[in-house]
């Protein structure tokens, strides 16, 4: 998903040379990074990225078409820079009229070494990534580089293996009052303790926000092939939850909640492939992932018909 421009360089400079800096002040000095990008991927798409990086765009009413050829422009460029990091983009279907484009990160380190070699990109490369970025100008009111760190531990079923045949994203942002991180992860794990001795067929990521946005702020990730497996009139998964919980379990999650969250919002999102810089993988599993910055690797590896996927999130209610 994207650092977009590499998007740092780009777009978001400031957001991520802070992550850069921090990945400084954080990691000791690193050594050249000798892997292939398909070694870059195959660590990335076996399971959720310890790093997240959110790139969120507010685009004006009216001109969603307009932003969307500017990226799929930008992903054709961008996939020609050398060790470009691959992200996935998708455009809000509620709430408000946003795209988000996501890139992990093995360690801040990588974003440190990615924000460098992409200083050194070809200039004619950087010249056209900054002519469409600065062409975007007039599409959007607002940009964000959120930097965010996996929570297995809040996390369930987080395996990525059927992201590619993924369309919708379900996002549960969490805002959590100051103090209460402690209550807000108690809860969570006795939602993932009832879904597991209910045995429901769900799975989820966390992500917590560390820079870029307000502390306390968690995004819970769920890939869908279906809005259906979303459909808040499934009241069979709340009688099971509810029996797996108990009248005690239940009284000491809605005291959690009551304690810990300050708000809590769920938005749904679609998956862009043409606004995409996907591996390649995602392509040789899945048509729908079939555009010219998808398809420009598949091949070129000797594992191009070889399906390895994954990503971020994952599926099912």
Not at 38 to 61: C, F, G, H, N
Not at 81 to 89: D, R
Request: aromatic share 8%; glycine share 4%.
């Amino acid at each position: 998903m994207a650092s977009r421009p590499s998007r740092n360089t780009c777009r978001v400079r400031t957001a991520v040379g802070a992550a850069a800096l921090l990945a400084l002040a954080l990691t000791p000095a690193f050594a050249q990074d000798s892997r292939t990008a398909d070694q870059r991927a195959d660590t990335k798409m076996s399971k959720p990225a310890p790093i997240l990086v959110i790139y969120k765009e507010d685009v004006k009413a009216g001109r969603v078409q307009l932003h969307d050829d500017l990226e799929a422009s930008f992903a054709r460029t961008y996939s020609r820079i050398p060790g470009a990091q691959y992200y996935l983009a998708m455009n809000s279907i509620s709430g408000p009229n946003q795209s988000w484009f996501m890139q992990p990160y093995n360690s801040l380190d990588e974003v440190q070494k990615e924000f460098q070699a992409n200083l050194q990109a070809p200039v004619a490369l950087r010249t056209s990534l900054q002519r469409i970025t600065g062409g975007e100008l007039d599409n959007l009111s607002n940009q964000q580089a959120i930097q965010t760190v996996y929570r297995e531990d809040l996390s369930y079923n987080a395996s990525m293996a059927n992201l590619p045949n993924a369309r919708y994203v379900e996002v549960v942002t969490y805002r959590v009052a100051p103090g209460h991180d402690a209550d807000f992860a108690e809860a969570e794990k006795m939602v993932r303790a009832a879904h597991e001795k209910a045995n429901e067929p769900i799975s989820w990521a966390t992500y917590q926000v560390f820079a870029g946005a307000p502390s306390g702020t968690y995004y819970v990730f769920r890939a869908l092939d279906s809005l259906a497996k979303a459909d808040p009139t499934n009241t069979a998964m709340m009688r099971a939850m509810d029996q797996a919980l108990g009248e005690d379990g239940m009284k000491r999650l809605m005291q959690l909640v009551a304690d810990a969250h300050i708000t809590r919002e769920i938005n749904f999102y679609a998956f862009n492939p043409k606004t995409s810089y996907a591996p390649p993988e995602f392509a040789a599993a899945d048509s729908f992932w079939a555009q010219p910055a998808q398809m420009a690797h598949v091949g070129t590896s000797g594992k191009g018909a070889v399906v390895k996927t994954q990503v971020v999130r994952k599926e099912k209610k």
